[in-house]
């Protein structure tokens, strides 16, 4: 299971993007990049998927560099309700999901 | 979509006694699902990997014949804390992994347990 190193805090003003960027220094081929959020007492909520290059949807912006060693969750202009703790995954699910670790997660605090 | 629900959302119970969690898919099929724990300002931590069918594998360090996991259909996981004690109180997540869409899992609210 490929271990996953993130800051543990960052705080933002609002309005600013936010960057939090993922060590995986041992992905392996197959392994996919997941970015999940948690607020207190809920479970966490996918945010964003991908392998390789960059991907976009409404909410958030992951980009991966051509080596798979880190990936950065982009969060555009952040606002109070993005405070939460952001956790980024790395798993092998080409042959059915396989089970992953949890690491400290990134707890994003913004200020207004 | 992919909606997961976790019933009760917080329960109270007395030490000895055993408490049902159950988690339930509610628009997709899950032939796996996950339970974790998670301790107040901890990360997740997994306690079992659920298949459809058949016997749960359980972390190291988590017994199970204390946390019983049933895993009876494609929509549905329960775990059951048996005999349960106040260090065993905590948030429980499970999660689920849409069959045929085997790349990301779906998280349930959670469930706070308060043993007395």
């Known amino acids: 299971l490929a271990k996953t190193t993130q800051p543990i805090s960052m705080d933002s003003y609002e309005g600013q993007e936010v960057n939090i960027t993922c060590s995986h220094n041992n992905i392996a081929t197959n392994d996919y990049i997941t970015w999940y959020q948690q607020f207190p007492s809920q479970g966490p909520r996918f945010i964003i998927q991908?392998?390789?290059t960059k991907v976009t949807n409404e909410v958030a912006s992951l980009f991966i560099p051509a080596d798979r060693k880190s990936s950065t969750l982009s969060l555009p202009r952040v606002s109070l309700s993005d405070t939460a703790v952001y956790y980024c995954l790395v798993g092998d699910h080409s042959g059915g999901y396989q089970k992953v670790t949890f690491g400290t997660g990134t707890k994003l605090q913004v200020i207004p | 979509g992919a909606v997961v629900s976790q019933h009760p959302s917080w329960v109270i119970c007395k030490s000895g006694t055993s408490v049902k969690i159950e988690c339930r898919s509610l628009?997709?099929?899950?032939?796996?699902m996950f339970w974790y724990r998670q301790f107040p300002k901890q990360s997740l931590m997994l306690m079992a990997t659920?298949?459809?069918?058949?016997?749960?594998?359980?972390e190291q360090g988590v017994e199970k014949d204390k946390f019983l996991i049933n895993h009876a259909s494609l929509t549905l996981s329960t775990l059951t804390v048996t005999s349960a004690h106040p260090e065993d109180s905590s948030f429980y997540i499970c999660?689920?992994?849409?069959?045929?869409?085997?790349?990301?899992?779906?998280f349930g609210p959670g469930t706070r347990l308060t043993v007395l």
């Open positions: 628009d997709f099929q899950a032939t796996t």
């Open positions: 659920s298949n459809e069918g058949s016997k749960a594998t359980y």
């Open positions: 991908g392998y390789k």
């Open positions: 999660s689920a992994v849409p069959s045929g869409r085997s790349n990301t899992q779906y």
